[in-house]
T-cell receptor
Framework: IAGITQAPTSQILAAGRRMTLRCTQD?????MYWYRQDLGLGLRLIHY???????GKGEVPDGYSVSRANTDDFPLTLASAVPSQTSVYFC???????????FGEGSRLTVL | DAKTTQPPSMDCAEGRAANLPCNHS???????VYWYRQIHSQGPQYIIH???NNETNEMASLIITEDRKSSTLILPHATLRDTAVYYC?????????FGPGTRLSVLP
């Protein structure tokens, strides 16, 4: 059972570069989410998607974009990375009927 | 902003019950209380959720007060592997908002 798969696991990136974090789920969940986690700040919602073809902004969307072309994939793109985007990024999905969230193992991004 | 308040940290002796409190005084009638935990740097893991009745599963029990303004997560026999950050979340709309949680340390 794969659940949620994120890639890459870890990445070091020069400031100004473009980066896409990939997220794939095999549970056919309607909703998907991207969170970032920083020391002392907990998990903060970046973007979400309630169903394929729709997306919405979370608490900290600036500098990030997402797309949801199909049910399984929900990539997060940093168009021009900045050092403040150094963080651990978690993708999650949920079945809106139960509300239970399933998380990936995270992608650690360092922007220099 | 998170709609819950939790103590930043707690200690518990191994083998004893861990009781983690959560205040959610502004909870509305159709909002559920969810608990997740995050062990070290892994992705958060679902534990339990409830609306107004007490709930129990193989991991924990959830006690919700009658006025629903607070709840307690109970780990009946804490082990060292239960050391983690525990998040209490009021589920509203379709987005989960995580607060800072409670860092539980289970001590040998």
């Amino acid at each position: 059972i794969a659940g949620i798969t994120q890639a890459p696991t870890s990445q070091i990136l020069a400031a100004g570069r473009r980066m896409t974090l990939r997220c794939t789920q095999d549970m056919r969940h309607n909703a998907m989410y991207w969170y970032r986690q920083d020391l002392g700040l907990g998990l903060r919602l970046i973007h979400y998607s309630n169903t394929a073809g729709t997306t919405g902004k979370g608490e900290v969307p600036d500098g990030y974009s997402v797309s949801r072309a199909n049910t399984d994939d929900f990539p997060l793109t940093l168009a021009s990375a900045v050092p403040s985007q150094t963080s651990v990024y978690f993708c999650a999905s949920s079945d809106l009927r139960t509300g239970e969230l399933f998380f990936g193992e995270g992608s650690r991004l360092t922007v220099l | 902003d998170a709609k819950t308040t939790q103590p930043p940290s707690m200690d518990c002796a191994e083998g004893r019950a861990a009781n983690l409190p959560c205040n959610h005084s502004t909870i509305s009638g159709n909002e559920y209380v969810y608990w997740y935990r995050q062990i070290h740097s892994q992705g958060p893991q679902y534990i339990i959720h409830g609306l107004k009745n007490n709930e129990t599963n193989e991991m924990a029990s959830l006690i919700i007060t009658e006025d629903r303004k607070s709840s307690t997560l109970i780990l009946p026999h804490a082990t060292l592997r239960d050391t983690a950050v525990y998040y209490c979340i009021v589920y509203y709309g379709q987005n989960f908002v995580f607060g800072p949680g409670t860092r539980l340390s289970v001590l040998p």
